[in-house]
């Protein structure tokens, strides 16, 4: 049963940091281009980050880029987001997500290219 599961989630002040896990099983993950995506209360599911399946690409949102860092871990079953200087326009629910297929050289920044999602991991920011 493929599974993903994301944890490290949390209150913080603006101008804080969290790092966020999402550790996969089921399948091999190392594989497969890694994303994270975020929904804020009323608002549609957004692209955040992506990291290709062997780690030597990433790509981000104009949004978070220079404050946020995708990264995998040494296993390559479990990606990490490591968020830096946090703002309250941050809150949201954060969703790790598993592409369709595997050794795909693109960064995907749609939902809809990626077939397995975890069940997120609240972030607040407070101000």
């Known amino acids: 049963q493929v599974q993903l599961v994301e944890s490290g989630g949390g209150l913080v002040q603006a101008g804080g940091s969290l790092r966020l896990s999402c550790a996969a099983s089921?399948?091999?993950?190392?594989?497969?281009?890694m994303g994270w995506f975020r929904q804020a209360p009323g608002k549609e599911r957004e692209f955040v980050a992506v990291i290709r399946w062997n780690g030597d690409s990433t790509y981000y949102a104009d949004s978070v880029k220079g404050r946020f860092t995708i990264a995998r871990g040494s296993a390559k079953n479990t990606v990490y987001l490591q968020m830096n200087s946090l703002k309250p326009e941050d809150t949201a629910v954060y969703y790790c997500?598993?592409?369709?297929?595997?050794?795909?050289?693109?960064?995907?920044?749609?939902?809809?290219?990626?077939?397995?999602w975890g069940q997120g991991t609240q972030v607040t920011v407070s101000s």
């Open positions: 089921g399948r091999t993950f190392s594989s497969y281009t």
């Open positions: 997500a598993a592409d369709r297929v595997a050794f795909q050289m693109d960064l995907p920044a749609t939902p809809g290219r990626y077939d397995y």
